[in-house]
């Protein structure tokens, strides 16, 4: 489980700091059910984890953009900012096995568009944040 200090490695970041206030301490089970309820106020969280909080709780992520429901009920946004909040963890990963997991939701979503917005234009956005995902991906040296 990751400590407090595993959310905010940066001491004194408060976008860290309010991540482990959202999810410090919760397991993947109840984290998952805590995104759920409201992923509109708890999305950015995953963005501003300290690397190790966000290896423990990037199943929480995973499980949340590949588990089945109606198009209608995305907000765009959620698939969206996942993928920058991606993104930005892959800047301060460098080389371990979270990164193929990552690599295999990026190919999830980038591969099912439809399912994360009804309309083309925001299917497109979030193809783009993913594809960004992407490229970050390939610039990592593999083992």
Not at 13 to 37: I, P, S, Y
Not at 103 to 118: E, F, I, M, N, P
Request: glycine letters at 4%.
């Amino acid at each position: 489980m990751p400590t407090e200090k595993d959310f905010d490695p940066w001491n004194g970041c408060l976008d860290a700091q309010h991540a482990w206030k959202q999810f410090g301490g919760l397991d993947l089970e109840q984290a998952h059910e805590k995104l759920c309820e409201n992923p509109l106020n708890y999305q950015e969280d995953f963005m501003f984890m300290g690397p190790k909080a966000f290896k423990f709780y990037f199943p929480v992520v995973d499980r949340f953009l590949r588990r089945e429901r109606e198009p209608w009920e995305f907000d765009d946004s959620q698939a969206w900012i996942l993928g920058k909040a991606m993104r930005l963890q892959l800047e301060r990963r460098n080389d371990d096995e979270l990164l193929k997991s990552i690599g295999d939701l990026c190919q999830h979503v980038r591969t099912h568009l439809s399912k994360y917005a009804t309309d083309e234009n925001e299917q497109a956005e979030i193809g783009a944040a993913w594809l960004e995902v992407e490229s970050q991906l390939a610039k990592k040296p593999s083992k």
